[in-house]
């Protein structure tokens, strides 16, 4: 076989609290396409930047065409044709395509025209249609990426990191980038990307490097197996089959209903525009879109963090938008919000003083004006028990636990809280699939005792595999209401890039 | 329980390493001027703790520093910076010297100490909660905004001293003594140590429990470590700044109190210049907790005496300013340890990883 363009030797990376990557050893070879699958917090990331330059290993080796390199920045690793895209693109909103492009490569006086030309002619032999005058904050997010990978075609990269590049796109985008990548290998370069998605590795991927708790857990070539296999290296254990609830018919009074919101986002751009939907008691009512089509608005508006410049929120009849957060808790709404490292935990304190979060208001916690620490403490421990909550105890730093069992403490705060209405921003995005399990188990839980839950996810599964009923949003908007069973992915997936069905919603 | 405990024990190693070090570096500048360090701070610690007198002098110089560490470390809790204390602290002595002048003669001593407390809180508190508006409503920078604020008060303390608070004699920038049945009344015969001693021990308690114990100070730390989550809780992280900054500033505020009523008697200018900037490192030595800091304030005091007696000893010809050199020299090995421990830590973690990692 030929010599590898890319080989990395036994490298491990070790950070404050956890262990990243554990002797990952792998190759890359000329023409090739390896994808590196594995659930969030496996290490995928991490790997990736140390050959990208962004961390340094603490042991091991990379080899570039056979040469063993110590890559000290993103810098050096341009200069031996590694470009990485990330999850988070790092492009300039106010500058146009050219200018992010030829950014930090050009001196003196800029011949613009020159420039525009060169990147034209790139964008032009991989059929990208990209305005290459054009503000890159105008442009949607797929073409955007576009940019991105123009800026690697640029500096004439020859290895390409992508790092969860579909995350952010609609299932066509995504179909159209996977056929770039085919291309683009096929001329001789070698492409690695980083995925959860067993759909996109059989289909773009030569070969598959299977990541888990930081270690590898397998290298197959794509012939050889299936996604039952991946599944399996993946999570380490079968795939059970999701328990799919029956769903009748919805009565009573609507919980939550939204009347035509409409709110602003930072630049007084429309981030929400007329959303009007309602959810009844005992019902899942799902929003499925790309991310950052409002869904997060939406939650807000609800919960009542981002002010609403038209329409009317109501709860159990009421209208509430006017109200602060803290009455919105005190009349039973609980809202899992989607980061729970910068909205639903503190970090550096106790487990019991984050359930005691939003109950520090109210005489439930305190006894003669101080916090009834035993009593925290006493129900904390039960928490931990009842959410099988893997903590030696109430006193643990919330930031000692794994994500999923955050995730877990997170929700019984926001069970006993939302009395009413439950509200989950992707409350299962990065978990195992043990800890998601019994998230689901959890919400349908909740559901049977008659609460009302609002569930946003970017998972066309757990939206079908959860919800009632289904909206599906773009671009601020409701683009239609169905019920679960009335559309297939592919009708779904157009809706969330924005072509409105042939049928009409309810 | 254990790992916290562990994190004290590792706290106080660092810091008594700071402190030696720093004072083996300080000794060295003793040995520029030809002196043998190890006699100089050995006639010096041995003429302090055998002399009663002296050894109260340090209890009097910590009592201030209590209270400016105290204001420091309460904004830190709510992740804010306030470094005005020593302005915080003139607005105290400002209203102290004046309730004392004017009421001195006129109240018995307790209710007159009592609401020269209050008066003192009030004022210190007042010039906080200002900053914490600032910083709540046009989002200003609180670092910035409570430095400067320390020099619009003391200027506003220049302003009064040359004018309506002047002495009667008029020779000094000055206010005349305030009467003896405003004095906060002495607790050790025989030394200068006077009440305001024990109210720094009561206030730094009641601190610790106001922070650990209580939902107000639940919901000020809660702030510190995540405002967004906060927020989201449904606590208004605008109103905790002004409350953070209120009773941070009427902490440094009761200084005003314990150094006009107990030590000074009288306003002046370029009063007790410097207790602001060294409660700054006083709180950080004690990682900002409030019983921590009555040890640092401890420490800081006994050093401040130390080289006031190294100054007086006969025939060395210390300059006196050698104790803002020790101190200097001592605070910056204590921030240094700050910054190591951090490192260390982070290395042990990696170690354990990484043994961790190959017993797999």
Redesign the interface.
Known sequence: MAQPVVEIRHVSKYFAKVIANKDVSFTVHQGEVVALLGENGAGKSTIMKILYGLYGADEGEIRIRGEAVHIKSPKDAMSRGVAMIQQHFSLVPTHTVTENIILGNVHGRIAIKEYEEKVKAIAESYGFDVPVDAKVGDLAVGVQQKVEILKALYLNANILIMDEPTAVLTPQESENLMVFIREFAAKGNCVIFITHKMKEVMEAADRIVIMRSGVVAGDVRKEDTDEAELARLMIGQELTPPVRTEAPQQTGEAVLELKGVSALGPEKTPVLQQVSFSVLPGEIFGIAGVSGNGQDEVCEVICGSRPVTEGAVLFRGQDITQQTIRQRIDGGIGYVPVDRYRDGMIMDMTLAENILLKNSYGGRWTSKGFIAQKRLNDYTAQIIKDHQVKATGPSDLARSLSGGNQQKVVLAREIDVGQHLLIFNQPTRGLDMGAVDRIHHSILQEKEKGKAVLLVSTELSEIFEMCDRIAIMYKGRIMGIYRNGELDTQEIGLMMAGVTAGKEGQ | ?KRLKDRYGEVLLFNIGAVVVGLILSACMLLFMKLNPVEVYSTAFLKIVTDKYTMGEVLVKSTPLVFTALAFAFTYKANLFNIGAQGQFYAGSIVAVTLSLQLGTVLPTPLLILLVLLGSFLAGGLVGALIGFAKARFNANEFLVSMMSTYVVSAVMDYLLRTVLRETKGEYLQTDPIDANAYLPSVLPGTRVHLGTVLAILTAILVW?LLY???LG??I??VG??A?????????SKRIYVVAFLISGGLAGMAGLTEINGVQHMLLQNFNSSIGSFGIGIAILANGHPLGILFASLLFGFMNIMGTTMGRMPGLNIPSSIIDLIEGIVMICVIISYFLRGYV??RR??QR??K??AQ?
Do not use: Q
Request: aromatic share 4%; net charge positive.
């Open positions: 329980m429990v114990k209580t939902p639940f919901r730390r809660a470590s995540n967004t989550a906060a927020e989201l809780a449904g606590i208004r830590h982070n973690e990696k990883l990484r961790a990692g797999k």
